[in-house]
């Protein structure tokens, strides 16, 4: 299959050539760099699909002049601890991590910040601002975003909801923080995609088709089907898969003024218009605690570390090598791939070429 | 099967019953009272094995003298937006509701309130807590729990987490509010011991047994095996389930400083001593943001009740009436006992004519 084969790339190479294409439609350097670095931040942790696969989405929405590429972003709304912000159709890879700093600054002053915001658009991957966050170990992160509708609820046989995410990630002292980063479906779009391209079936619980019936065929999710909630069933608990993509959807929107469910506006240009408009763009959520505003930073991070090493020494299910600490598969894929380079696919290749010729920047 | 058997109870009897059993151990009458209410919220609205179904346990606790039935709850640390409580070993039905309002207290003045809580005990249902954040609608409202060791992690085959819940809630304007209120296992301990009962098995995907083996005996998770985090393999998503799982378990413990994972202490008197101690009991954490630190009240309802009609009227799925909206089976339970009075099982019936015996309190 052509579509396997991959070419491994220096991240700093790619994220030259993503900032110059930013540049390209009028973004600032170093706004283009920031949206660079936020896709480099998931292809360096192995979130393929939200890294440069997506940059020819980005684009054509410049390109089509539907993303603003000096947007003004502005506070609409303040309290001591919250922040509404309206991202004035930006670069959400820009409005994101300018949001997320105010989070973070609202919590260095009043011990939690949390920043809602409207009016933007696909942010990458939660990675890049859960890291930010917890850098000097300080805080604990948080991130959310709604996006364009790929999930049914429970019992629903139409896609209603995005595959919404929660980040949250905790910072230990000497062992490895723990990263949580997951979507709430059963299970990744990108999956299902794949699965088609190599004529595979995938497993049931993770789609539905058209009509609503369980189906194994990605071809049935792709063509009108939906993804199902985390759980899956009823019987395995997909009300609360569901509970949780409502919850992050609403965080997102409704304390912003941006659209909701199946109203949130689409990324990639060949998914449908929504039916009605309910508020501006799609939505995000930032968040973080002050360690320190609730227990002493030493004793939370020494604590983490006895918690790290005591969850390794689980005693492991027959066949595996016993449970992972959340993050550690994109641990394993950032030091691999910091090494090697980033390995993109031949038809990404193909995209990236194509938009070197469109635009004059250089890629080999 | 005689377990089935149930007879009806007014609500409020139970709750008078309840508060005279709490001050006969010498729990002040106001806290007595407080403690039946949070109860009394799980019985009406359905969620019976947090209700008086378990105030034979808090009776057992409080006669050994491992609760205290007069704690001093005191804030250890606060910021504006965050506060840390110590729960004096007191009931936690007592100290969830002090703390709850800390949080709202905050959320007021700083826009959002943040409590961790140690040295509690099991604090009821979660949704006692966020009924009180959303009741005047001004706020959204958050509550964990950290409890006894029950749930393997992923590619684990030992019980390292509590069921650890996420409660969440929404106020709407004149629709149905939406009210998440979820174990983060793929079922409910539960519902292995009425399997159990009745001699049916399980849906594949519930628990393991003491080997680490995927099983659909009840007996065999009861008798040293472990519920499965939901989502339940690492194919539907089942490391999703544990990282929500461990997310709640380091909010409510290294926060607070309680103890945490494995070492969480167990609350009926059969489970066994953790091995060791890391803490202060086990931990709470409750959250409010206010609703018009982010956005309009009046704007956010509407849009709420917008979203609840949008979601009732997504395409059903076939053989199902449709998604429900979270919390629409709580609010019919509720809206029938509330009626017809709380079904009480003959054998809990027997708990409470035990504890009367046991107190002289009267019980029909």
């Known amino acids: ?13 790619l994220i030259d050539f993503a900032t110059k294409v930013f540049q390209h439609f009028g ?33 054509d929405m410049l390109e089509l002049g539907r993303i603003n590429p000096t947007p003004e972003i502005k506070i609409v709304r303040e309290s001591a601890s919250t922040a509404t912000v309206d991202g004035d159709n930006g670069l ?46 300080s805080m604990i992160g948080w991130a959310n975003t709604n996006s364009t509708k790929l999930v049914a609820p429970l019992w629903g046989a139409e896609r209603m909801l ?3 995410p929660i980040g949250i990630a905790f910072p230990a002292g000497k062992e490895t923080d723990v990263f949580v980063d997951m979507a709430t479906s059963a299970a990744a779009y990108g999956k299902i995609e794949v699965a088609r391209r190599k004529g595979t079936s995938v497993p049931e619980g993770w789609h539905i088709d058209k009509d609503g ?5 990605p071809n049935a999710m792709i063509e009108g089907g939906a993804l199902l909630p985390l759980g899956s069933t009823r019987e395995l608990g997909g009300h609360k898969g ?27 240009l060949r998914q449908e218009e929504p039916a009605r408009s309910v508020g501006k763009g799609i939505g995000h959520f930032f968040g973080a605690w002050r360690i320190d505003a609730f227990i002493d930073q030493d004793e939370f991070l020494a604590q983490m570390d006895d918690y790290v090493r005591t969850f390794r020494g689980t005693k492991p299910q027959p066949g595996t090598d016993g449970p992972m600490i959340p993050g550690d598969p994109e641990r394993a894929a950032e030091a691999e791939r910091t090494k090697t380079g980033v390995p993109i696919l031949a038809s ?17």
């Open 1 to 13: 299959m052509a579509e396997a084969q991959t070419k491994l790339y220096p991240i700093e190479y």
């Open 348 to 364: 990404i290749v193909d995209d990236m070429r194509d938009i070197a010729d469109k635009t004059g920047i250089a890629f080999e």
């Open 242 to 268: 569901y509970c949780l993509a409502m919850a992050v959807d609403i965080l997102c929107s409704m304390l912003s003024g941006a659209n909701w469910g199946p109203f949130a506006p689409p990324f990639a």
């Open 213 to 217: 019936q369980m189906s194994t065929d």
């Open 92 to 137: 959400g890879l820009v409005v994101g991590p300018k949001a997320n700093r105010i989070a973070q600054d609202k919590a260095r002053e009043a011990g939690s910040g949390w920043v809602s915001v409207s009016n933007t658009n696909h942010f990458g991957s939660c990675a890049y601002y859960l890291l930010e966050t917890i850098r000097d170990k």
């Open 27 to 59: 973004v600032p350097v170093d706004d283009a760099r920031l949206a660079a670095d936020v896709l480099a931040a998931a292809d360096l942790r192995g979130i393929d699909t939200h890294g440069m696969q997506r940059l020819h989405t980005y684009f």
């Open 162 to 164: 995005g595959t919404n």
